[in-house]
């Protein structure tokens, strides 16, 4: 073999490595940013079932609770905010402004014993209870799925195939500096 055919053989054994790299790189990436979007849905589906949870509860709560009209219209703001926001970062303050008129809501309740007895105020509570827990492991899930895609776009040379692409870092879902304190809610009283 010649010396200009072996360099030309191997000039193609290197482009068609490059070309093979590309292409599983590429898929590597949109694999994992459909994982995040479907980590991100999930999210968007606790989210969702909260807020059909809120119209419940406030009507249960009305019953008892005529006259705290204020709440009423804030949790109904908030959960308006919530359903109308697109962006990660949107979802994320609307979703701290409804879990902030529910803390609220939860402090009222402390005044009316015969709301804390009432069946469908227990069921209610219990079910917003247990999706707040989804809602948290749909947050941990997206914010995973996040991670991964966020340092595989960013580490060379994937860097190179992910811009070349259009892959952007995507946004973690974070609680703002209010939802770190934790509200005084007892229902034993």
Known sequence: ?????????????????????TFSTYNSLVRLAENVDSKWSQVENQLQRRADLIPNLVNTVKGYAKHEKEIFETLAQARSKLLNSSTVEDKAKANDELS??????LMIVENYPNLKADRTFVQLMDELSGTEN???????DYNDAVKQYNMKIKVFPNVLIARMFGFEERQYFQASSQAKSVPSVDFSK
Request: cysteine-free.
């Open 100 to 105: 902030s008129a529910i803390s609220r809501l």
């Open 1 to 21: 073999m010649k010396k200009s055919t072996k360099i030309l053989l191997a000039a193609l054994v290197l482009v068609v490595v490059a070309v093979m790299y």
């Open 134 to 140: 989804r809602i948290a492991v749909a947050r941990k």
